[in-house]
T-cell receptor, first 114, second 111 residues
C-alpha cells in the first residue's frame, strides 16, 4: 500500500475561520511533509516532521500550525488566513534517511480563502 | 539552495509521438524522483531514480548523477499522458530530507 490520504479534498474558509487539514499514511514512514502549490507553479516545502518532531520549518507564517500526533497522522491547523493562502496543500511521507527515501504524495486539499 | 531546471517548459505532441524531458540540477543529490501531476492535482510517482536507468512500460528514465542530469523518455504518447511532469531532487541535511522541484514540463498530447 503506497497511499497517503488527505481530507478534505476541497475547503472554502473565511479569513476569520479556524480549520484543519488532515493527512494519514500506513506505510510505516517516519518522515512526513507539508507542501504548498500555487497554480502553474511547483510544490514548495512548508514543514518536515521526522519521528514526530518538527525538523524543518521553511519560515512559514504562524497562521499555519502543523501537528504530528503520531507516526501515521499529520495535521495542518489554519487560522486567520489571507486570500493569497489559497492553494493546493499536499501532504507527503517517506522513510527517514538510511532507507529508500522515495516520497509519496496525497491527492491534496484545494483550499480557497474568501 | 539547489537549483533544478527542467526543459522544455511546454511540449505539444501528436498521439503516437516520442519525447524526451530533461532535468538538470546544480549540486550533488541523494535521490531524484519523476512525477506526473494529473489535472486533479495528484502527484503520481513515475520513477525513483538516483542513478542508472529504469523502464516502466512506455516510460523510461536515466539519471547520470556525476553529470547532474536526468532524462525521462515517453514513447508512443497517449492523450492520457497529458499533464505536468516534475523532476524533484532530494538533499539530505542535518535537519532532515527535503525535495526541491523543478518548474515542470507541461505536456499536451493531441489525438
Amino acid at each position: 500500500d503506497t497511499e497517503v490520504t488527505q481530507t478534505p479534498k476541497h475547503l472554502v474558509m473565511g479569513m476569520t475561520n479556524k480549520k484543519s487539514l488532515k493527512c494519514e499514511q500506513h506505510m510505516g514512514h517516519r518522515a512526513m511533509y507539508w507542501y504548498k502549490q500555487k497554480a502553474k507553479k511547483p510544490p514548495e516545502l512548508m514543514f518536515v516532521y521526522s519521528y514526530e518532531k518538527l525538523s524543518i520549518n521553511e519560515s512559514v507564517p504562524s497562521r499555519f500550525s502543523p501537528e504530528c500526533p503520531n507516526s501515521s497522522l499529520l495535521n495542518l491547523h489554519l487560522h486567520a488566513l489571507q486570500p493569497e493562502d489559497s492553494a493546493l496543500y499536499l501532504c507527503a511521507s517517506s522513510h527517514h534517511r538510511g532507507w529508500s527515501t522515495e516520497a509519496f504524495f496525497g491527492q491534496g486539499t484545494r483550499l480557497t480563502v474568501v | 539552495g539547489i537549483q533544478v531546471e527542467q526543459s522544455p517548459p511546454d511540449l505539444i505532441l501528436q498521439e503516437g509521438a516520442n519525447s524526451t524531458l530533461r532535468c538538470n540540477f546544480s549540486d550533488s543529490v541523494n535521490n531524484l524522483q519523476w512525477f506526473h501531476q494529473n489535472p486533479w492535482g495528484q502527484l503520481i510517482n513515475l520513477f525513483y531514480i538516483p542513478s542508472g536507468t529504469k523502464q516502466n512500460g512506455r516510460l523510461s528514465a536515466t539519471t547520470v548523477a556525476t553529470e547532474r542530469y536526468s532524462l525521462l523518455y515517453i514513447s508512443s504518447s497517449q492523450t492520457t499522458d497529458s499533464g505536468v511532469y516534475f523532476c524533484a531532487v532530494e538533499r539530505e541535511e542535518t535537519s532532515g530530507s527535503r525535495l526541491t522541484f523543478g518548474e515542470g514540463t507541461q505536456l499536451t498530447v493531441n489525438p
